[in-house]
T-cell receptor
Framework: GENVEQHPSTLSVQEGDSAVIKCTYS??????FPWYKQELGKRPQLIID?????GEKKDQRIAVTLNKTAKHFSLHITETQPEDSAVYFC???????????FGKGTKLSVKP | EADIYQTPRYLVIGTGKKITLECSQT?????MYWYQQDPGMELHLIHY???????EKGDLSSESTVSRIRTEHFPLTLESARPSHTSQYLC?????????????????FGEGSRLTVL
């Protein structure tokens, strides 16, 4: 089945700097790669996603890139702000059941 | 407003008690899920359902059981709670056939039920 590895597990940046979180997946049939943000005490919410037929997608300060050959995808946050502080989860959908398989999460701290 | 509702939000209970965590959604989704998560930690899929009368076990073995008698309702039951069951339980739903008509199969989560077993 699918396996998703996520790095780093914790990331601390200064406000205004960029943050990059990387994930690798194992199932070459996976076709959908979302990123979820979970603020402290809140539910996970989708912030951006990418399909396997697209190499890059942007939405204001966040972007996701996908390299199907290497089976890895990354989240890029530019001009970070304190409200970006949260746990970020990458995921991949594949397999016969089509369930999302999540990475273990990255705790991002943005220091003012 | 379309959403996923979980009750109770917080539950403290003694060992050996039977508990049911309720989950209802007004999203109109067929597929529903239960995830177990320690605060800020990894999301573990414990159960999912494709629709009425469908229940499947997830990737993480769990002593809990689920049922799906109505499309919008997906309760989780622990027959005899133990301290090892202390965790947060997140219910979620999605479209069943992602990719059709532009649907991605985005997962929508409820606010969670935080269970503490003493």
């Amino acid at each position: 089945g699918e396996n998703v590895e996520q790095h780093p597990s914790t990331l601390s940046v200064q406000e205004g700097d960029s943050a990059v979180i990387k994930c690798t997946y194992s199932d070459s049939a996976s076709n959908y790669f979302p990123w979820y943000k979970q603020e402290l005490g809140k539910r996970p919410q989708l912030i951006i996603d990418i399909r396997s037929n697209v190499g890059e997608k942007k939405d204001q300060r966040i972007a996701v890139t996908l390299n199907k050959t290497a089976k890895h995808f990354s989240l890029h946050i530019t001009e970070t702000q304190p409200e970006d502080s949260a746990v970020y989860f990458c995921a991949a959908r594949g397999g016969s059941q089509g369930n999302l398989i999540f990475g273990k999460g990255t705790k991002l701290s943005v220091k003012p | 407003e379309a959403d996923i509702y979980q009750t109770p939000r917080y539950l403290v209970i003694g060992t050996g008690k039977k508990i049911t965590l309720e989950c209802s959604q007004t999203m109109g989704h067929d597929k529903m899920y239960w995830y177990q998560q320690d605060p800020g930690m990894e999301l573990h899929l414990i159960h999912y359902s494709y629709g009425v009368n469908s229940t499947e076990k997830g990737d993480l073995s769990s002593e809990s059981t689920v049922s799906r008698i109505r499309t919008e309702h997906f309760p989780l039951t622990l027959e005899s709670a133990r301290p090892s069951h202390t965790s947060q339980y997140l219910c979620a739903s999605s479209e069943y056939f992602p990719g059709l008509a532009g649907n991605t199969g985005e997962l929508f989560f409820g606010e969670g039920s935080r269970l503490t077993v003493l």
